[in-house]
Every structure is written in C-alpha cells, then in structure tokens.
C-alpha cells in the first residue's frame, strides 16, 4: 500500500501507535495497522486505556476473576495491561528481530505514584520487566530527577528503558546523558554496551498551552521549533566525542521519539506534527485518529535541519512577547505529571467499581 503512512516509514523515520485497548488487539486493528501503515511500535496511553476501560466490556470478565482471588485495583490494572502489552509485544516481535531490536517496541509505564523515590521506581520497573518476561518490552520512566536516576540504575542493569514527559532540549540532554552514564557502567564492569533506550519528547502542549495567550502569527508555532531545537541538541550529541566513544564499543543510539502528536485544535491541520517532524532514524508515536489522517491525506514535509534550522530566531520572537520556555518547560512537565497520576487515580476508580458492580450483580443473581 502506498500510502504517505508507508512513505513516511520508508524514509527512515519509525512510526508508532500511542494507545492501548484490548479491543485495539482482539478486533485485528492493530495487525492491519502494522500490514497497512507501517506501524513499528507501540506506547502504551493511560489516559486512551483509563477510557477504553470505562466505556468498552473487554475487560470486565478479567476484572470480576482477578477481584474474587482477592487482587488490588493497582494489582488488576496491571494484571490487565500486562496481558494486554504481551499480545502487543507477540505482534511486533517479528519486526523486533527484522531489524535485529532496533524496531518493534512497546512501551509501558511504571506507576506516576512512584516519581518522587528512586528506588521505588527501580524495584517498580525491576519487577515489571520481569512479569511482563518480553524482551521488546521498553519501561517509561518519568524523567524528573529522581526518575533519571532510577533510569541510569535500570540501563545499567540491562533493562530497556523510555525516558519519558521530556518537554525541552536541556530535559532531553538530561535524558541522553543519563543513558549514558548507564552504559558507561556496563563497559567499566565489562557489560555489553547494547542497551536500547528512546527519548520521548512531548510536542502539543507547548502549543496548547500558550496559543491562547498569543496574537495568531505566532500561534501553532512553538511545540515544532522546541522539537527542532531539541533534534540539534540530538544531533550534537551523537556527534559528541563521549557519545562516539561508546557507539565504538558497540552502543547504539537513544532514539528520539515524538510523543503527544495528535491535534486536538479544529484550526491546526490534523497532521500538522507529523509532517513538520520529518526526521531519519527518530519516532513519531501517534494516536490512532492521528495515523488514519495522515494515511489518507498527509504529505511529508522537509526533512528537520540537524543545525537547528530558524528555531532560535523563532524562539527569540517568543521571548520577545514574555515567553521563557525554560520555565514553560518545567510547568508542562509538572502538568503532565499531574495528569498522569490523576489518570491513575481514575482508572483505579474504574476497577474498583466494575469490582463492585460485579460483586453486587453475583449476590443479586
């Protein structure tokens, strides 16, 4: 099928589903998504699961088992997604070994409830990994600081890590530089070096937040020139003389991926983030609506400038109207947090009260 979904793919860029639904798996959907558009990988969405889990009946069966053997809400949810993430990861594997592990990845989280302790996070991802038993399994870590920890601590230990809720070029450098420190590790104690990792950079919320705030010449401009930004800082990095070092000891590159690409904004053309993000050897993770746009009308625009292009010329026409994106960036990381966990407390809720309504309709029976 040619289609600009495959075209995309193959111009070297990944492309990757951002959901999650055990009717996404059991449907087919996701199967002619990966025969039809190239779809490579998956990241699993909390808040896209939370509303498949409220809406649809796939799940309520598993639910009232695993609540009569005495399970917690926390221990259900993750017994649901964990079954659900390895039929995803049984789908991908094929392409996980064509391109020898570089491709075919999903990715889950570990709980937002644990960002705050370094350990807890380790022992989280530690046993996860474990359960799960996929070796295309990426775990998302949070990237505050204590999440950069915790990622170093798990690259260092083999386990494939996703930085994830990065919003700048100095959280993506964070990022890249704790990798590193992982892998460094390895080498010093005689590891093998091949570890994969991704980066994943949010992109609509920058526009999202301050469109608004904003006369419109500047509006629907902001999250493409961060995400240019943040490319060159990539690029400079891989072209660093630490980053050289380790790729002559076999390590491979921590892709960057885009993550949030979907347009919620009537008035922004729908695969505004996928054409403007055109780069070989990254990741774009889309929602589903967002895939199906594109397929079927997009167009693939000018490969992003390894230079940076016009991004800070751009930027200084922000600052110019009183915009410090730095400060911006570390709000949008906070946001997002809080939306990852309240999304947590909501799937939780959902768990506890199918369990509920379980119980009553087996005593009313």
Not at 102 to 121: A, F, K, Q, Y
Request: glycine fraction near 6%; proline fraction near 3%.
């Amino acid at each position: 099928m040619n289609n600009p979904a495959n075209q995309l793919h193959a111009s070297g860029q990944s492309l990757w589903l951002d959901s999650m639904s055990r009717n996404l798996l059991r449907s087919g959907t996701l199967s002619r998504y990966i025969k039809n558009f190239s779809i490579s990988g998956l990241t699993f969405n909390q808040g896209a699961f939370s509303l498949a889990l409220e809406q649809e009946d796939t799940y309520d069966a598993s639910i009232r088992l695993l609540n009569t053997a005495g399970f917690s809400a926390e221990d259900i949810f993750y017994e649901l997604v964990l079954e659900d993430i390895a039929e995803a990861a049984v789908l991908f594997h094929p392409i996980y070994d064509s391109t020898n592990g570089r491709d075919g990845w999903v990715s889950l989280e570990v709980s937002p409830l644990l960002n705050n302790n370094t350990l807890h996070i380790v022992q989280a991802a530690t046993k996860l990994f474990a359960k799960a038993a996929k070796a295309n399994l990426l775990v998302a870590i949070i990237a505050t600081s204590e999440g950069l920890r915790a990622a170093e601590e798990l690259v260092y230990s083999g386990i494939p890590v996703n930085f994830s809720l990065l919003f700048s070029s100095e959280h993506y450098l964070a990022a890249g530089e704790a990798y590193m420190r992982g892998l460094e590790r390895r080498i010093s104690t005689g590891l093998s070096p091949v570890v994969e990792s991704v980066a994943s950079l949010c992109v609509s919320p920058w526009d999202a937040n301050i469109d608004l705030e904003l006369a419109s010449p500047l509006h629907h401009r902001l999250a493409i020139t961060m995400a240019t930004r943040t490319y060159h800082t990539h690029c400079e990095l891989m072209h660093s003389e630490r980053w050289q070092k380790l790729a002559a000891a076999g390590a491979r590159p921590q892709r960057l991926l885009w993550s949030r690409t979907g347009v919620n904004d009537a008035a922004i053309n729908d695969t505004l983030y996928i054409q403007s993000l055109v780069a070989s050897g990254t990741i774009n993770a889309m929602p589903a609506a967002t895939l199906l746009a594109f397929a079927g009308h997009g167009r693939i625009g000018a490969p992003m400038p390894a230079d940076g292009g016009y991004a800070e010329a751009v930027l200084d026409e922000f600052r110019r109207e009183g915009i410090d994106e730095t400060r911006l960036a570390v709000c949008l990381q906070r946001k997002s947090i809080e939306d990852a966990t309240s999304s947590w407390y909501t799937t939780l809720t959902t768990i506890r009260e199918k369990s509920s309504q379980e119980i009553s309709s087996s005593t009313c029976a």
